[in-house]
């Protein structure tokens, strides 16, 4: 962890270097990943099934590709009752929030006698990958699938790794709650490549979305255009502002929320109190102790966490637009008031009650979000994001009359006569 | 020119092909890019310079790196009066039409007390890039400025390559009229560089969108993540749907709009009568022979070109949806019907009287569409490819004793006990 005081001389240097700190990890994959894709892509189902048995240890001839009724009905008995209540209740109030969003259409016709608008409809099919093994979360299922079924969205599939056959009975659950159509056991860039081609076991689809590791982040990179992709994330981050009148002990469980996620996530304090940084400094080694994921947990504190004294929160400002973090809570006084002037966050979380990890579960708002300063131009995950626009334009004769001149002259003075022709012909 | 009929045996397969028929060139220049990039961002100007020198033919040094305002004043002075008015037509239209785009904010309180919204807010700082030679479009100016500076973008930079010194005169007025804050005369990757990074001359943006040939195509996606950008653009390509009551002159000079662009740019007819195809292919031929554009309109044409009959336009509507249409005109009777059922496309134009050229200019909605069967997923350029929203949560003591024990419940299940204990510890 280190200390940074905005009133010290070499702050600026310091916090931009703190900017600028490269997390992301470069697995040097993109060979092996397009290796694969062309693979599944020209033998299909040959390739996925070989690179299947390979990388996950099992038979897809003898499992079948996708997961039974029965292995879901399985894992429903397995999931113990409060964990399946707690499910639903998160999936019920994710489903509230984005069917807020659906957006409307548009349809005016203008001084001119021209009409134009535009018209919302939901992507056909669309594939989500959950990965295996520790970081499958059934969270991530709901906050994924939800959007795409209030979108609107027909065929909504799950492709997930399930190495040596185990698979994971609350991602089954959460995927059943959520309306996904089919699971499939495969998991990897071959998932993906399948996904975004399809073979004759698996059915392309439009958008592909889901977090994934470095080769799966690599699949979607390279497929984007074939296919649409969610975004490109990198490790997940937080940003707690508050002042002395906080409970240490709250804003170093917060932090640490941050940092037991993976060795590369970052939390950083930004506080007008040194004497309270240090009391949460000192919280933040006690509840470390007592952390099964304090490995994770402290390494990531260690290498990327930052404790941030500025003189005022006016100062704390363009540190934060700066950063443009994934979370920021305003744990102060009047958060809406701070809120109101931050410009880039991917999500906030207001006030001293509402810890980020309430937002990752139940709160409603899509805990898929911008990292790594990319919430400057993008958005966390939304109904939106599985459906399209269609634009459209009816001039009818007297409209054409009235605007098709201005057209012919621009396509004139562009150098493209039949443009220019396709207008004058019907004046 | 291909011709299919609906009816025959071989058709499906015949359609297959069509619609997977790959018409993007591999230019394979990323390596070439990747240098580009590397260079711009570890030597900013000095890079910058040097590669302008090389590929453009100009010294920044001596003609400064941003376009002056005697330059613009000078251009304004060049272009023809009815071509500033046909400009300023197009200019106030297409900003009618985006203001109405503008996305609403969302802030409510549910039954469990819980606050949560979200919040939309600009990008602050923008690129636009502007190719230079053929391709200098000041429509494209337009469509790509405007819905940014509806959208709120503070710094609205335009970058265009000027080779041995020319400036396009049109271009400069339609970044004036659009409100572009700064033209520089750089181009190709090492301008989508030096606007991602930043450099001694540029500062760096958020977002950058625009066309671009092969070099600036690759760049914008090798800097995908580190900047937003617009999408993957291929050749333009259009579908006229019409049936035998169109006039055959109109629909081959729609045809021909979109063949002249380039020779990978395709048009393909849909009609229910092969008579009425016959005459429109006649049409083709004879317009063609009058054209300046006649090489590359053929050329595509050719090679392209496809004229599909149908029995119905019931029929017609499944291969509309599977070639997903950048553009598709309805030239029929009940165009609002035919419309209604239709599924992907990225622009209709309604109506015999409603040329896709009149949208390219003065129509409202933008010209920046989704191409290569890319509408499946995403939608033209619009006001909110300039916004971002954050999400926000509130939940308040009382909303946390209300949904905080689900949350800590999925922290437990999840295995991270951080963020179960960030929830426990305020209830």
Redesign the interface.
Known sequence: MQRLDARDAGFAAAFTALVEARRESDAGVANDVAAIIADVRARGDAALFELTAKFDRIDLATSGIEVSVTEIAAARAQVPA??T???E??AT?IR??HA??R?AD?D?T?AAG???G??W?A??AAGLYVPGG?AS???SVLMNAIPAKVAGVERLVMVTPTPAGRLNP?VLVAAELAGVDKVYRIGGAQAVAALAYGTASIAPV??IVGPGNAWVAEAK?QL??T??ID??AGPSEIVVVSDAKS?P??VA??L??Q???DRTAQSILITDSVQFSEAVEAAVEH?LAA???EAT?RASWDAFGAIIIVSDFDAALPLIDRLAPEHIELMVDA?DAL?AR?????????????????????????HV??T?R???????L?V?DFM??????????A??AV?????????D???????????R??L
Not at 403 to 411: D, Q, R
Not at 414 to 420: D, I, S
């Open positions: 409060a964990t209540a707690a499910l209740l998160a109030r509230a929030f807020a969003q957006p548009h005016a203008d021209v009409r134009a535009y018209r409809s992507v056909e520790l979360y059934p969270s609350l439009d958008k990179r984007y255009g296919v649409g975004m490109v409970n002990e709250w469980a917060d640490l929320s940092a037991e996620h509840q952390l099964s994921t947990a958060p809120f931050i410009r880039h966050a991917g999500s906030a979380f207001l006030g001293r009650h509402t810890p980020e990890a309430a937002g990752d579960y139940v709160g409603g708002p899509n979000l911008p790594g990319r919430a400057r131009f993008s958005s966390g939304s939106t399209k626009r269609t634009t459209f334009l009816d001039c009818g004769a409209g054409l605007i098709g001149p201005a057209a012919a002259v621009l396509a003075a562009e150098g493209l006569p039949a443009h220019a022709n396709s207008v012909i019907r």
